[in-house]
């Protein structure tokens, strides 16, 4: 009960009339943002970010969350009209969505699409409301092993569960490391990488970095491969068309509940919006009575994706806001937004800065009725973005990513800063580097380095202070397994191989 009355003191924060108008601001802008093909939320946020300075931090993180909630929402349009998803996690919406689109009935599918996506989100905000103080309050009675134990599953889990090359991951991640080590050793007070440029001391700024990796690293990308628009069909949506799809929802209760708990659970583990939408689509394809007809236009082809991608973007923030480690890249540049704000994610958050932290929840419901309310009132607007040419759209990213970089330090060394991370974003998503373990890296480099040289200073160097106690051991083996898991899967799979090839051979042949 104590977190319901919590609960609705958040609710009177954001609904200050200032913090309405920026949570609806927010919420379009997001949508905005998740139109435009491969701009994405953490995109968005990182761009947007610098605009946030002078506001109240919980104002601040209200505008920004909503525009998570909206790009989150927005990414489904361009995904069943133009068949080209808006973030990553739409790709799996395309397989039914485009197809109903085709057929005249982009109305319903982009209803199904919203609705879907609300209802992930409310699932996840649920178990946020409930699960984020009980995880925050263990959390106090952490020391810097067991926290060092957790960056390190953190770090572990993005090897475990990313896609692609587990080397290219690592290479990402220590690239990272190397970023957040420039400058003056917190510890020692010794110079670290600066080569003896003065300009170098300060390091580098997370929010610079992040703004050019993602911003500009994206429209050169975007710019390279010169994308063109073309519509399936006119998004409108009327209120019979609304209501006729309701209608027909609640046959896919088990699939949205399905790929809700999925999506959390990818969600709470680094795993993100993107597997989680393939996994549900994949499990729902495999399960449903209608499996064979996936990718011909099915209403549940549309729910098992959006449920999963929206509960897996919202319970991303649960370990940001409970243990100061993000879920998501997108969590991680919110996790930043914090620490320029003067605020210290973790378990301390919940004591220290309760309207902060229940304002965000508060935000995270009501963000998510108005983008619901927004989207399927305003889709013909936001369809009519993507007729914009991009040349007149790309000068205008570039010029408020260039303010946002100077706006941190008031200093020009910081644009040039931000063109060269543009070029290594660049190069990283060519040769398909992944950009989040980079990210992520920069961000919790240093924490990470602190708890475990604060840990081997207890410990006078012994390392098996990280197996300690139970929890601490629990979690460091946890994470070496996570570290291993690439070549754990693939032993299992030849062992597995192998049986049946034995079995095979001793099975006589009819």
Same mark, same amino acid.
């Given at each position: 009960?104590?977190?319901?009355?919590?609960?609705?003191?958040?609710?009177?924060?954001?609904?200050?009339?200032?913090?309405?108008?920026?949570?609806?601001?927010?919420?379009?802008?997001?949508?905005?943002?998740?139109?435009?093909?491969? &701009?994405?939320?953490?995109?968005?946020?990182?761009?947007?970010?610098?605009?946030?300075?002078?506001?109240?931090?919980?104002?601040?993180?209200?505008? &920004?969350?909503?525009?998570?909630?909206?790009?989150?929402?927005?990414?489904?349009?361009?995904?069943?009209?133009?068949?080209?998803?808006?973030?990553?996690?739409?790709?799996?919406?395309?397989?039914?969505?485009?197809?109903?689109? %085709?057929?005249?009935?982009?109305?319903?599918?982009?209803?199904?699409?919203?609705?879907?996506?609300?209802?992930?989100?409310?699932?996840?905000?649920?178990?946020?409301?409930? +699960?984020?103080?009980?995880?925050?309050?263990?959390?106090?009675?952490?020391?810097?092993?067991?926290?060092?134990?957790?960056?390190?599953?953190?770090?572990?889990?993005?090897?475990?569960?990313?896609?692609?090359?587990? *080397?290219?991951?690592?290479?990402?991640?220590?690239?990272? *490391?190397?970023?957040?080590? $420039?400058?003056?050793?917190?510890?020692?007070?010794?110079?670290?990488?600066? *080569?003896?440029?003065?300009?170098?001391?300060?390091?580098?700024?997370?929010?610079?970095? $992040?703004?050019?990796?993602?911003?500009?690293?994206?429209?050169? &990308?975007?710019?390279?491969?010169?994308?063109?628009?073309?519509?399936?069909? %006119?998004?409108?949506?009327? +209120?019979?068309?609304?209501?006729?799809?309701?209608?027909?929802?609640?046959?896919?209760?088990?699939?949205?509940?399905?790929?809700?708990?999925?999506?959390?659970?990818?969600?709470?583990?680094?795993?993100?919006?993107?597997?989680?939408?393939?996994?549900?689509?994949? $499990?729902?394809?495999?399960?449903?009575?209608?499996?064979?007809?996936?990718?011909?236009?099915?209403?549940?082809?549309?729910?098992?994706?959006?449920?999963?991608?929206?509960?897996?973007?919202?319970?991303?923030? +649960?370990?940001?806001?409970?243990?100061?480690?993000?879920?998501?890249?997108?969590?991680?540049?919110? &996790? @930043?937004?914090?620490?320029?704000?003067?605020?210290?994610?973790?378990?301390?958050?919940?004591?220290?800065?309760?309207?902060?932290?229940?304002? +965000?929840?508060?935000?995270?419901?009501?963000?998510?009725?108005?983008?619901?309310?927004?989207?399927?009132?305003?889709?013909?607007?936001?369809?009519?973005?993507?007729?914009?040419?991009?040349?007149?759209?790309?000068?205008?990213?570039?010029?408020?990513?260039?303010? @946002?970089?100077?706006?941190?330090?008031?200093?020009?060394?910081?644009?040039?800063?931000?063109?060269?991370?543009?070029?290594?974003?660049? $190069?990283?998503?060519?040769?398909?580097?992944?950009?989040?373990?980079?990210?992520?890296?920069?961000?919790?480099?240093?924490?990470?380095?602190?708890?475990?040289?604060?840990?081997?200073?207890?410990? %006078?160097?012994?390392?098996?202070?990280?197996?300690?106690?139970?929890?601490?051991?629990?979690?460091?083996?946890?994470?070496?397994?996570?570290?291993?898991?690439?070549?754990?899967?693939?032993?299992?799979?030849?062992?597995?191989?192998?049986?049946?090839?034995?079995?095979?051979?001793?099975?006589?042949?009819?």
């Amino acid at each position: 009960m104590e977190e319901i009355a919590a609960l609705f003191h958040g609710f009177a924060v954001v609904l200050s009339p200032e913090n309405f108008m920026l949570m609806l601001l927010g919420v379009v802008l997001g949508v905005i943002i998740g139109v435009l093909p491969g &701009l994405g939320g953490a995109n968005g946020i990182a761009i947007l970010l610098p605009l946030t300075f002078s506001m109240d931090p919980t104002s601040a993180i209200i505008m &920004l969350s909503c525009i998570y909630w909206g790009a989150l929402f927005g990414g489904a349009i361009t995904s069943i009209l133009f068949n080209i998803p808006g973030e990553p996690w739409s790709v799996a919406t395309t397989f039914d969505g485009y197809p109903l689109a %085709q057929q005249g009935r982009a109305g319903e599918a982009l209803t199904a699409a919203f609705t879907s996506s609300f209802f992930g989100a409310f699932v996840a905000v649920v178990i946020i409301t409930f +699960l984020a103080p009980l995880v925050a309050d263990f959390a106090l009675e952490f020391g810097p092993p067991e926290f060092f134990s957790v960056y390190l599953l953190t770090f572990c889990s993005f090897v475990a569960m990313g896609k692609g090359s587990p *080397f290219k991951i690592i290479a990402s991640m220590m690239l990272g *490391f190397a970023l957040a080590a $420039v400058g003056i050793d917190t510890v020692t007070g010794q110079l670290r990488l600066t *080569f003896g440029i003065t300009e170098l001391l300060k390091g580098f700024d997370f929010l610079v970095a $992040v703004i050019g990796l993602f911003g500009i690293g994206e429209i050169l &990308l975007t710019m390279e491969e010169g994308l063109e628009f073309r519509a399936a069909a %006119q998004g409108k949506i009327n +209120l019979k068309v609304v209501l006729e799809t309701w209608a027909k929802l609640p046959r896919y209760w088990i699939t949205a509940i399905r790929g809700s708990l999925i999506g959390c659970w990818l969600g709470i583990t680094p795993g993100g919006a993107t597997p989680a939408s393939f996994m549900s689509y994949g $499990v729902a394809k495999r399960m449903s009575k209608d499996g064979d007809k996936f990718g011909t236009g099915q209403i549940e082809g549309i729910v098992a994706p959006e449920t999963a991608a929206h509960a897996a973007g919202t319970s991303a923030l +649960l370990p940001m806001i409970s243990l100061g480690i993000p879920g998501s890249p997108t969590a991680a540049v919110l &996790l @930043g937004g914090l620490l320029i704000w003067g605020l210290q994610p973790g378990p301390l958050l919940f004591v220290e800065k309760a309207d902060f932290v229940w304002g +965000l929840i508060a935000a995270m419901y009501l963000g998510n009725i108005a983008g619901l309310i927004v989207v399927l009132t305003c889709v013909p607007l936001f369809a009519a973005i993507l007729r914009i040419p991009f040349a007149v759209i790309a000068p205008v990213i570039i010029v408020i990513c260039a303010v @946002g970089a100077y706006t941190v330090a008031n200093a020009q060394v910081d644009i040039w800063y931000m063109i060269a991370f543009g070029f290594i974003g660049y $190069v990283f998503k060519k040769l398909e580097y992944p950009l989040a373990p980079l990210v992520l890296a920069i961000v919790l480099g240093d924490r990470a380095e602190d708890s475990f040289r604060q840990s081997m200073l207890v410990a %006078q160097g012994d390392l098996t202070v990280l197996w300690s106690n139970w929890l601490v051991g629990s979690i460091t083996t946890l994470a070496l397994v996570m570290l291993f898991w690439p070549l754990i899967s693939k032993g299992l799979k030849r062992i597995r191989s192998g049986r049946i090839d034995t079995l095979q051979e001793q099975r006589p042949v009819e």
